[in-house]
Nanobody, 121 residues
Framework: QVQLVESGGGLVQPGGSLRLSCAASGSIFSINDMGWYRQAPGKERELVAGITSGGRTRYIDSVKGRFSISRDNAKNTVYLQMNSLKAEDTAVYYC???????????????WGQGTQVTVSS
């Protein structure tokens, strides 16, 4: 079964940086879109950044210019470089990937376990 394993979360001061990683493993034929979501206490989950299989990216307005999503297709891994972090970025971050497991079925979304990012002085 497909698994997405995240790493890189932690505590950082405002203005600092973190780099999140998410590696997919298991029965994978191909991966198309990948992305990072976050959920802060009392708020709904939101898509922070997404990247297509061809490398096209998109970001939520609040992180544009500060966050950068990238992927390494050979490693089935997606990254989120987070710079100039603000307290408002504090949330649990989840990676997501749309993965084709077998040709007879359509791609399905898979989720990482979540990693806590806390921005506080």
């Amino acid at each position: 079964q497909v698994q997405l394993v995240e790493s890189g979360g932690g505590l950082v001061q405002p203005g600092g940086s973190l780099r999140l990683s998410c590696a997919a493993s298991g029965s994978i034929f191909s991966i198309n879109d990948m992305g990072w979501y976050r959920q802060a206490p009392g708020k709904e989950r939101e898509l922070v950044a997404g990247i297509t299989s061809g490398g096209r990216t998109r970001y939520i307005d609040s992180v544009k210019g500060r966050f950068s999503i990238s992927r390494d297709n050979a490693k089935n891994t997606v990254y989120l470089q987070m710079n100039s972090l603000k307290a408002e970025d504090t949330a649990v971050y989840y990676c997501n990937a749309k993965i084709l497991v077998k040709l007879a079925a359509p791609p399905a979304n898979y989720w990482g376990q979540g990693t806590q990012v806390t921005v506080s002085s």
